[in-house]
């Protein structure tokens, strides 16, 4: 089984420390030459299957609606990112949840909202209450649960590595059982 999957969200947020910190983290992770856009490939093992993520880096500017559009296209799921230090990056989530449910080519698609910079919650006194971006991931649930889609949250760090796998675990569950949904239809 193979899945895309885009890393989105605001600039500085930390899309590509978590890019390459899963190339570090998950076994086998491997870099693929891509053009403009950075892509790494990896393999687990979930639930007895063999899942083939393809894990593209969207940078947060920079690139046109347009552009990032197109890529947008046939994505299985996302790891749509936010700053816990910076409210307006988590204000600006469903925008970006916006986008890839218009372009996805499948309508609304399994995502993972992640909360990244855990490790800052340790040295300042303003870091963001998760409980907000869980109450946005039951509500995003509810809205998609006849599709069977099931979202989740994550809190990790890009810095240290932590939270990274289970998260990466978690969205794949999903994409499997939306698949399943999907195929069950045609
Ligand atoms: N403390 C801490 N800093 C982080 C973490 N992740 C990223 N950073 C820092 O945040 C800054 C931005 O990180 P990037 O990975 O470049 O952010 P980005 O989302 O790829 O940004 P764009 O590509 O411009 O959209 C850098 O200075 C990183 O070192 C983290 O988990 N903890
Ligand atoms: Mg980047």
């Known amino acids: 089984m193979k899945f895309k999957v885009l890393v989105v969200g605001d600039y500085g947020v930390g899309k590509t420390s978590l890019f ?29 299957k063999e899942v083939t993520v393809n894990l593209i880096d969207i940078p947060g500017r920079e690139l046109s609606n347009e552009y990032r ?5 046939n994505t299985n799921g996302a790891l749509v990112v936010y700053d816990i230090t910076s409210p307006h990056s988590f204000r600006h989530t469903p925008f970006w949840i916006e986008e890839l449910f218009n372009y996805s080519g499948f309508g609304n698609i399994p995502v993972v909202i992640v909360g990244n910079k855990s490790d800052m919650r340790e040295v300042s006194q303003r870091t963001l209450n998760p409980i907000d971006a ?14 069977n889609i099931e ?9 240290s590595g932590k939270g990274i796998s289970q998260m990466i675990d978690k969205l794949i569950v999903s994409m499997i059982n939306h698949r399943e949904f999907l195929e069950s239809k045609k």
């Open 151 to 159: 979202n989740h949250y994550a809190e990790i760090s890009s810095k």
């Open 20 to 48: 390459h910190q899963i190339e570090k983290t998950i076994p086998g992770a491997e870099k693929k030459p891509s053009i403009r856009l950075e892509l790494i490939e990896f393999t687990r093992m979930i639930e007895g």
């Open 134 to 147: 869980k109450e946005y991931v039951f509500r995003l649930t509810r809205t998609s649960i006849r599709e």
């Open 69 to 73: 559009s197109k890529h947008y296209l």
